[in-house]
């Protein structure tokens, strides 16, 4: 990988990797060894009051090595790379290997696996560099600006290159790279915001983006406050996405055989409406999926929640050997879609409401009571009220008390999926949706 | 690399930057090192120890900032680094419409060492690993309790922070915590209950004191007592707040909105504003009279109290909000200017040698009151009494805010009674703060810490201190977590 990054900065590459590797099984003495390199140069120009208040580039490479003696294991991390500090690395993983008690859970690293091989490095997102993303953050200042509105956001572009080896004969290495854009518009009393992540730092689509949020902080002048209680909703994707974000967090098998899940004793049942399914697309353009995991296993296409049925559950390599799961389901690249009719926009969706709350995005979620996965969060960034098929005025923001799992068998229609990201979500491709009896619990002073 | 390289690599980069034309800039080099010993359903899932260590340049160019930063420390890469910082800094310059001016501050040569009598990282690891097994043995021979984690956590952080002003501090900073958690299983609910050491920069003797083995037996039974215990029924109820829980409502409702580059806008895309705007300093009644919020970077022990800030400024004492009154913010050396104040508060940390310094919530504490526990809680007729962290939320300038908690009773006719769960409360931030009428008396107070406070972009964890007595809130609603809301 060269170039971009103005040519100053390689990032460790295959033979590279496969060098250090070497190395650090050398030194081993372990009966298994895993090695993960993550070699980062990435940069964010941040701006605020229509000026670049921060402007950061960093380089940073960190090797991990586990080390196990039969069910003991360690791990050490380094940030030096020097042929003495790996050395180092690795005996200090092996001091913890050698007095840490034997864990019933250990597994050694997997065998070699075999790869499909993604496009996760576009040219031109690792070319970028401070020049492209101070163009990119001018480009949205300038339209605020034009619009007597203060623009505050961020331009980031990321390369990396990530490995995977082990004793095992594992061997995985990719290079990664990722650029995001976000953008709040404020007026005397007002915001509107909008953001994307993708692979190509030139589909970030910075000027219709911040067009969007310029549009938000406008109609959101002169909110109004109106009581907390029981509304229909429209959320646009972004708030989709932080309610399905948590969601995926609650996946983990483990705790679903422990009874400590919302989702235990639920596998192969009906959680949410059943026009809804969830799946990875590691290969989908629009999202961020991977090669591998940070355990070196391939990522695969699969289906989480098929026509509202939990399907699958996310299981660490020793959970997935007492089910004998194979091979174990990954969700970096949630796509959530509905069967049947769909509607065009968001805009059809708020012109088949009679009154609803239009939110553009939550803030701030978490869980309340992890039994019934009940959350709560702010909206945030442009809050709508919705009359007889048109918003009528802007509205102080609420705070939410809703649980996923109720409000999704709530749901009355839902657009295609579309790209959505936010502060507190990765990449997701997830629909807007109008759901019904959404439960606002308080309201805020703007 | 040793110390007197760290030197020449810092007088390379600071060369660069004062033949760039810059009007400031440092470079701060850091070797940090985690050492993480963790406990999962009685057993010891991971024992980690990693290594951090890298440099980071900023530099102030035609009155904008530039950053770069590396783990590769060379001296081939210190000038290009710094070179690359100038680069950005001049490209920060051609849209930046306010040049930015620094507050004043003397030159700083000193060293700052945490006072500690057992070097954690000295600790036999077999010993550590014993005690979280044994905890987590504690904790399962409990009937109804289905899981347990503890874990133990150390850091040390060797710094050198050298400006073109002259200043040259190097830090040898240790900071300890333990805890660990227990979860029962009731009718298909789940509850946990946890025991937490404070965050403080001390030595090991913090772990041994606390002696988590002790704990066990009590918090297990209260895991199971929590998750059989009646649901709250929603209303208004005066709520009598331990130190624990306090330092997370004093955080999110006092601490960040002080900051002052949320109050100037800087967060707006992010972390968010502040409700406390800078024409309410001096003026806006905060909370009630009992209601006095002390920052103080100077207190031994504490996580923000490292002897100087990032931007080279000495930690301070100060109040926030004095009698109610909201008085002061944290600031750095960017922002004090802005509000016309002459010297930074010290407040501006990073969280590595990767991150740029920003400015971060000061230890701010609930200055200690008259009352005594049992007096605060003999006047309240229908109240609960809470204990510790759990849910908490609230919106971006810090007006609506929502918290619920580790343990709950019921307070009924001034005495504490049964457990409760599902205890939510909410409200706006200086209406409830004006609902506080005691603040228990400094025998009451303690200290906890956050290390992973959320700002910035790219995100950054913050380290800081909160400190409180017990404390009365009065005639505060009260939900229902979970379905029944």
Same mark, same amino acid.
């Given at each position: 990988m060269s170039g971009g990054f103005a040519g100053t900065v390689k990032l460790t590459d295959r033979e590279e990797f496969r060098f250090l590797t070497d190395l650090v099984l050398k030194h081993s003495g372990g009966d298994h060894t895993l090695v993960v390199l993550?070699?980062?140069?990435?940069?964010?120009?941040?701006?605020?009051?229509?000026?670049?208040?921060?402007?950061?580039?960093?380089?940073?490479?960190?090797?991990? &090595?586990?080390?196990?003696?039969?069910?003991?294991?360690?791990?050490?991390?380094?940030?030096?790379?020097?042929?003495?500090?790996?050395?180092?690395?690795?005996?200090?993983?092996?001091?913890?290997?050698?007095?840490?008690?034997?864990? *019933?859970?250990?597994?050694?690293?997997?065998?070699?696996?075999?790869?499909?091989?993604?496009?996760?490095?576009?040219?031109?997102?690792?070319?970028?560099?401070?020049?492209?993303?101070?163009?990119?953050?001018?480009?949205?200042?300038?339209?605020?600006?034009?619009?007597?509105?203060?623009?505050?956001? &961020?331009?980031?572009?990321?390369?990396?290159?990530?490995? &995977?080896a082990a004793d095992t004969g594992l061997f995985a290495h990719e290079a990664r790279a990722d650029a995001r854009f976000s953008v709040t518009a404020t007026g005397e009393n007002s915001t509107g915001w909008a953001s994307n992540v993708h692979r190509s730092i030139d589909q970030l689509g910075v000027n219709e983006r911040t067009r969007s949020a310029i549009e938000k902080a406008q109609r959101s002048a002169g909110a109004k406050e109106i009581p907390a209680g029981r509304y229909t909703v429209i959320l646009e994707p972004s708030a989709v996405g932080g309610l399905l974000t948590w969601m995926m967090w609650m996946g983990d098998a483990k705790d679903y055989d422990k009874g400590t899940s919302p989702f235990s004793g639920k596998l192969g049942t009906q959680i949410i409406d059943a026009r809804l399914n969830l799946a990875n697309r590691p290969e989908h353009p629009d999202l961020l999926g991977c090669g591998f995991t940070p355990e070196g296993l391939p990522t695969n296409s699969l289906a989480w929640i098929d026509r509202g049925v939990l399907r699958q559950l996310a299981y660490d390599r020793f959970t997935a050997k007492q089910h004998r799961v194979e091979p174990i389901p990954t969700l970096e690249a949630p796509c959530l879609s509905g069967d049947g009719r769909t509607a065009a926009s968001v805009d059809e969706l708020v012109r088949a409401t009679e009154r609803g709350i239009?939110?553009?995005?939550? /803030?701030?979620?978490?869980?309340?009571?992890?039994?019934?996965?009940?959350?709560?969060?702010?909206?945030? +960034?442009?809050?709508?009220?919705?009359e007889d098929g048109r918003v009528t005025t802007a509205v102080h923001?609420?705070?939410?008390?809703?649980? *996923?799992?109720?409000?999704?068998?709530?749901?009355?229609? =839902?657009?295609?999926?579309?790209?959505?990201?936010?502060?507190?979500?990765?990449?997701?491709?997830?629909?807007?949706?109008?759901?019904?009896e959404f439960n606002f619990s308080s309201v805020t002073r703007f | 690399?040793?110390?007197?390289? /760290? +030197?020449?690599?810092?007088?390379?980069?600071?060369?660069?930057?004062?033949?760039?034309?810059?009007?400031?800039?440092?470079?701060?080099?850091?070797?940090?090192?985690?050492?993480?010993?963790?406990?999962?359903?009685?057993?010891?899932?991971?024992?980690?120890?990693?290594?951090?260590?890298?440099?980071?340049?900023?530099?102030?160019?035609?009155?904008? /900032?530039?950053?770069?930063?590396?783990?590769?420390?060379?001296?081939?890469?210190?000038?290009?680094?710094?070179?690359?910082?100038?680069?950005?800094?001049?490209?920060?310059?051609?849209?930046?419409?306010?040049?930015?001016?620094?507050?004043?501050?003397?030159?700083?040569?000193?060293?700052?060492?945490?006072?500690?009598?057992?070097? *954690?990282?000295?600790?036999?690891?077999?010993?550590?690993?014993?005690?979280?097994?044994?905890?987590?043995?504690?904790?399962?021979?409990?009937?109804?309790?289905?899981?347990?984690?503890?874990?133990?956590?150390?850091?040390?952080?060797?710094?050198?922070?050298?400006?073109?002003?002259?200043?040259?501090?190097?830090?040898?900073?240790?900071?300890?915590?333990?805890?660990?958690?227990?979860?029962?299983?009731? +009718?298909?609910?789940?509850?946990?209950?946890? =025991?937490?050491? *404070?965050?403080?920069?001390?030595?090991?003797?913090?772990?041994?004191?606390?002696?988590?083995?002790?704990?066990?037996?009590?918090i297990a039974s209260q895991a199971v007592e929590k998750v059989k215990a009646p649901p709250v029924e929603a209303g208004r109820y005066?709520?009598?707040?331990?130190?624990?829980?306090?330092?997370?409502?004093?955080?999110?409702?006092?601490?960040?909105?002080?900051?002052?580059?949320?109050?100037?806008?800087?967060?707006?895309?992010?972390?968010?504003?502040?409700?406390?705007?800078?024409?309410?300093r001096g003026s806006f009644r905060y909370g009630s009279p009992h209601v006095t919020f002390v920052a103080d970077n100077t207190e031994p022990e504490t996580l923000a109290a490292t002897g100087y800030d990032d931007d080279g400024v000495a930690c301070q004492k100060w109040d926030i909000v004095r009698d109610g009154l909201f008085v002061g913010y944290c600031t750095n050396r960017e922002v004090a200017p802005k509000i016309k104040e002459a010297r930074?508060?010290?407040?501006?940390?990073? +969280?590595? /040698?990767?991150?740029?310094?920003? &400015?971060?919530?000061?230890?701010?504490?609930l200055q200690p009151g008259r009352a005594t526990l049992d007096d605060m809680l003999a006047d309240v007729k229908r109240g609960i009494y809470i204990e510790g962290h759990d849910s908490f939320s609230i919106d971006q300038r810090r007006y609506n805010f929502q918290f619920g908690g580790d343990a709950f009773w019921l307070i009924e006719n001034g005495r504490r009674t049964h457990m409760l769960r599902d205890v939510i409360y909410h409200g706006i931030t200086p209406e409830f703060w004006g609902s506080c009428d005691a603040v228990a008396d400094p025998s009451h107070r303690r200290r906890f810490g956050f290390i992973t406070c959320g700002k910035g972009q790219p995100g950054q964890s913050g380290w800081m201190t909160h400190a409180a007595s017990h404390a009365r809130v009065r005639n505060v609603s009260v939900i229902r977590g979970g379905s029944a809301t």
């Open positions: 993550h070699d980062q140069h990435a940069g964010t120009t941040r701006f605020a009051n229509n000026t670049v208040v921060q402007n950061v580039n960093s380089r940073r490479v960190t090797l991990t &090595v586990t080390l196990a003696f039969g069910k003991r294991h360690g791990s050490a991390t380094t940030t030096d790379l020097t042929a003495g500090a790996v050395r180092e690395a690795v005996k200090r993983a092996e001091a913890m290997a050698r007095v840490g008690p034997e864990d *019933p859970e250990y597994v050694p690293p997997a065998p070699p696996q075999a790869y499909v091989d993604r496009p996760t490095a576009l040219p031109e997102t690792v070319a970028a560099g401070p020049d492209r993303r101070l163009e990119l953050a001018r480009e949205a200042v300038e339209l605020c600006q034009g619009s007597s509105l203060k623009a505050a956001g &961020v331009v980031s572009s990321s390369a990396a290159t990530v490995g &995977v239009l939110v553009t995005n939550f /803030w701030y979620i978490r869980t309340v009571n992890p039994t019934d996965l009940t959350l709560t969060g702010m909206t945030r +960034d442009g809050t709508f009220l919705v923001n609420f705070r939410f008390h809703e649980s *996923p799992l109720r409000a999704l068998n709530r749901l009355e229609a =839902f657009t295609g999926p579309r790209e959505a990201s936010s502060a507190e979500t990765g990449k997701l491709l997830v629909p807007a949706m109008k759901i019904r | 690399m040793n110390r007197s390289e /760290w +030197d020449e690599l810092a007088e390379l980069a600071l060369k660069r930057l004062r033949a760039a034309g810059a009007e400031y800039g440092d470079i701060r080099i850091l070797d940090s090192r985690t050492q993480v010993v963790q406990g999962e359903d009685r057993r010891i899932a991971a024992l980690r120890d990693s290594r951090d260590s890298g440099f980071g340049v900023r530099v102030l160019c035609r009155g904008a /900032w530039g950053f770069a930063a590396s783990s590769i420390l060379s001296v081939e890469e210190v000038p290009r680094v710094a070179d690359l910082a100038v680069q950005i800094a001049k490209g920060s310059a051609s849209m930046t419409s306010e040049k930015v001016r620094l507050a004043e501050e003397p030159a700083h040569v000193d060293r700052v060492v945490t006072p500690l009598r057992i070097d *954690p990282f000295g600790v036999p690891l077999e010993e550590k690993a014993g005690l979280l097994t044994d905890v987590m043995e504690y904790v399962q021979r409990q009937p109804g309790v289905v899981r347990s984690s503890g874990h133990l956590w150390a850091r040390r952080d060797l710094k050198l922070f050298a400006s073109t002003e002259g200043s040259r501090i190097t830090f040898d900073l240790v900071a300890v915590q333990g805890g660990f958690e227990a979860t029962a299983l009731q +009718d298909g609910r789940f509850a946990s209950r946890t =025991f937490n050491t *404070p965050h403080l920069r001390t030595g090991y003797e913090l772990i041994r004191d606390a002696n988590l083995a002790a704990e066990a037996p009590r005066d709520l009598v707040l331990d130190p624990e829980h306090l330092s997370l409502t004093m955080h999110e409702s006092c601490g960040h909105p002080s900051e002052l580059d949320r109050a100037l806008g800087y967060e707006a895309n992010y972390a968010g504003t502040s409700f406390l705007t800078p024409d309410k930074s508060r010290g407040s501006n940390r990073a +969280d590595g /040698w990767g991150s740029v310094p920003i &400015v971060r919530i000061a230890n701010i504490g």
